[in-house]
């Protein structure tokens, strides 16, 4: 017996070299120590054998199956290689063909659609867009805005105020964010904040200034952007958009603004709305204006068919939207005069309007959205709807 166990070990030893594939060595194992092959028998044999014998038949047997074994995985790591350098040299793989399965293209963010809807319906009006920094001068954010020296909104609780690197406050490498309610929070002059300081704007409205630096009247253009302040809840977060006009030119007048913030909330909220001026104050504008638009949801009526009060409005029939007015004669005093930009902007032959809205709260509005944090989670079953 143990010169067939020898027989069959040679022989599988031979075949086992020669073979050309994976699946014909899978043939081999299964034809040499599958269930039914004639090895496995053997040792299934070994107890029937003389005591004496046992011991040196099952030894070889084993020793054989061990080698076979052995010699098969070695054999099918080689084919193995083999095999899958000519899939790769015969495979070739087109990567400008789509995925498997296919993957959605996507689409944009509903705060980015929401603020191009704005930017083309006041294109379509005649105005320019403009983009400007993102960090500003305490002069272009409060001081050319007509903001009072102790204005509330310098506060360093109200405002992210920025360490110049190049000042010797801050980092050699970077700008750093500074909300130090104490640390200097007064200029060497006593104000919030000096002409120099540097802070993450709060408002888009720099870029009045800044526009009409470059520009001669008239001019009209839109300002959108990103703006900052210290808040976060379900209504306010630290980052933020607005989207600011300016308009200035010859004898423009509060019915100049009304019209064109009508056209602008019949584009956006439908052709049967109307909106309504509620007298307010902004540093920089005089006379200032709340701006309302009549209720989408209930038709202005502050209720619904059923009879119930309409939740959108609380039942007043009218959705505040933003904050308007006519250009305060002050600022043009910030805008430099010079022969390229003459007469510059002189109260005495000039007026404007400007207004300032929030792009969240705009697409709050259209969509029906509770909280303004959802914009900003990146919860696919929140985007998807939009």
């Keep these: ?69 052995a010699l098969i995985e070695a054999r099918a790591a080689q084919l193995g290689a083999a095999e899958l350098e000519l899939g790769l040299q015969a495979d070739r793989v087109d990567v400008t063909l789509p995925g498997a399965p296919p993957q959605p293209v996507g689409r944009l963010h509903v705060l980015t659609s929401t603020m191009r809807e704005l930017e083309d319906i006041f294109l379509g009006l005649g105005f320019t867009v403009m983009e400007g920094p993102e960090i500003e001068t305490v002069h272009y ?64 409205s720099p870029m009045q200034v800044r526009a009409m630096e470059v520009h001669p009247p008239p001019l009209y253009v839109v300002i959108p952007g990103r703006v900052y302040r210290p808040d976060s809840d379900a209504t306010h977060t630290p980052q933020f958009h607005q989207v600011e006009g300016l308009a200035v030119d010859d004898d423009i007048t509060l019915a100049d603004l009304k019209g064109t913030l009508l056209a602008f909330a019949r584009a956006v909220f439908g052709d ?69 930009n003459s007469p510059g902007y002189d109260p005495e032959k000039v007026q404007g309007f400007a207004w300032g809205m929030g792009v969240e709260r705009i697409a709050m509005l259209k969509h029906g959205i509770p909280d303004l944090r959802l914009y900003y989670e990146n919860d696919l079953r929140f985007l998807e709807q939009f």
């Design 1 to 69: 017996m143990i010169e067939r166990i020898e027989q069959l070990r040679a022989a599988a030893e031979g075949e086992i070299a020669k073979a050309e594939s994976s699946d014909a060595l899978e043939g081999l194992r299964v034809g040499y120590l599958g269930r039914k092959a004639e090895l496995p028998q053997l040792l299934r044999g070994v107890a029937q054998l003389e005591p004496a014998e046992r011991g040196a038949v099952g030894k070889a047997a084993n020793q054989a199956r061990q080698a076979l074994e």
């Design 141 to 204: 954010n409060f001081d050319a805005l007509n903001h009072s020296p102790t204005h509330p909104a310098r506060a360093r609780t109200d405002t992210f105020y920025v360490q110049d690197p190049t000042q010797g406050g801050g980092s050699e490498t970077d700008a750093s964010v500074d909300v130090d309610a104490d640390a200097g929070a007064a200029g060497t002059d006593g104000r919030l904040g000096r002409p120099e300081d540097l802070v993450l704007r709060t408002h888009t």
């Design 272 to 340: 049967e709305r109307d909106v309504r001026l509620r007298p307010h104050f902004f540093p920089f504008t005089e006379p200032s204006v709340e701006v309302d638009v009549s209720c989408f949801h209930c038709g202005g009526k502050g209720f619904l068919k059923d009879g119930a009060r309409c939740y959108l409005c609380k039942g007043e029939g009218w959705l505040e939207v933003l904050g308007a007015g006519e250009v305060d004669p002050n600022v043009y005093s910030y805008v430099p005069t010079t022969e390229a």
